[in-house]
């Protein structure tokens, strides 16, 4: 760790740097992006004390000046170009005022604070600084369009939301194709009844008053099943698809015999006319219009949350572990200070 303050200063800001800890900060070593960078940090993070490092800087005098802001929106990039040669390494020495701003920019402790700490909070405070941070989003140290800082956690967002988007429709289309599942008879029950959709073996005399039982077929309990989805019929389910052949409405299944809600009826086999009455196309076209209502849902939801993790300040990208250590280092600044 070096000893003189400009050179610890400069040598953190370049540990930083390699680290990538500056990308969202100062995004290439121009005049131009310091001056951009120091509007950065003074929106971010500008407490009453750095009054004294920009009046220093900009030449200005603090007490008459109420807008540090605006002096740093109307500063000129050649106001930088002295500190910005330092940092490059074009110079080897610059002002005191130029070091105080770059420690600024990379908020690490003036030059007061840091002669008031012991050799020990030093050397925490400097492996602190120039410790790699761990960040959850992708910066862009020296590109030239910081529209591009999220790019990766927002593909992240878009990958997950088109997973999710196939992963539920996959899962509806294969729960709505799954049947029923068939209960095994149990010792006892030589009957059947209809369920709506399906057989249930049953003990004579427990079915329910008004249902109509039948003598105990496995082939007929295991294959015999009502159709929901008559309009997921299609030419290939000739032959293999019976219907109820008289009264209002068609109604579908999937093995012959009786008709289950009318034993004295019998189920006839699909023909190419009664095909007509189902719309394989109407039903991709209802699938077709829910997944694109849960198209539009999730990328809303993506959508949402990328901006709120825009909205997080780069001070939360910091760990419990730094967040502990400088909240006690600035505990023994102001300790330090008030001696």
């Not at 969202?24 to 509007?39: F, Q, S, V, Y």
């Not at 925490?124 to 990766?152: C, H, P, Q, W, Y």
């Not at 030419?235 to 068609?250: F, N, R, T």
């Amino acid at each position: 760790m070096p000893e003189d303050y400009q050179d610890l200063v400069l040598a953190v800001y370049k540990k930083m740097r390699d680290n990538g800890d500056l990308h969202t900060i100062l995004t290439g070593e121009t005049t131009t992006r310091l001056r951009k960078a120091c509007l950065k940090i003074y929106d971010n993070r500008y407490n009453p004390k750095d009054a004294d490092i920009l009046s220093m800087f900009f030449e200005v005098d603090k007490i008459e000046c109420d807008d540090f802001r605006k002096v740093i929106y109307d500063s000129e990039p050649d106001d930088y170009k002295a500190l910005c040669n330092h940092i490059k390494g074009e110079t080897a020495k610059t002002s005191e005022e130029n070091t105080d701003l770059l420690a600024w920019l990379i908020d690490f402790p003036t030059q007061y604070e840091w002669i008031n700490l012991s050799d020990e909070e030093k050397k925490r405070v400097f492996e602190v600084a120039t410790r790699k941070k761990k960040r959850n989003r992708t910066t862009i140290i020296g590109g030239d369009d910081t529209s591009t800082t999220r790019l990766v956690p927002h593909n992240y967002i878009v990958i997950s939301c088109i997973l999710l988007l196939f992963i539920c429709g996959t899962s509806f289309i294969v729960w709505e194709r799954i049947p029923a599942t068939v209960r095994t008879p149990k010792s006892g029950e030589n009957s059947m009844y209809w369920d709506g959709d399906h057989y249930e073996p049953v003990k004579d005399g427990e079915q329910e008053p008004g249902v109509t039982i039948i003598p105990l077929n496995l082939k007929t309990l295991t294959k015999q099943r009502k159709i929901t989805l008559p309009d997921t019929l299609t030419k290939y389910s000739l032959g293999k698809v019976w219907y109820k052949g008289y009264g209002k409405g068609h109604e579908y299944f999937t093995d012959s015999g009786i008709y289950p809600s009318d034993t004295s009826r019998r189920l006839k086999p699909l023909s190419t006319e009664i095909l007509k009455h189902s719309s394989y196309d109407r039903y991709l076209l209802t699938r077709l219009v829910w997944f694109l209502c849960a198209a539009v849902f999730i990328s809303l939801c993506g959508f949402a949350v990328s901006n709120l993790e825009k909205e997080v300040k780069q001070s939360g990208e910091e760990t419990k572990t730094e967040k502990g250590e400088i909240v006690e280092f600035r505990s023994n600044e102001l300790q330090a200070t008030s001696v």
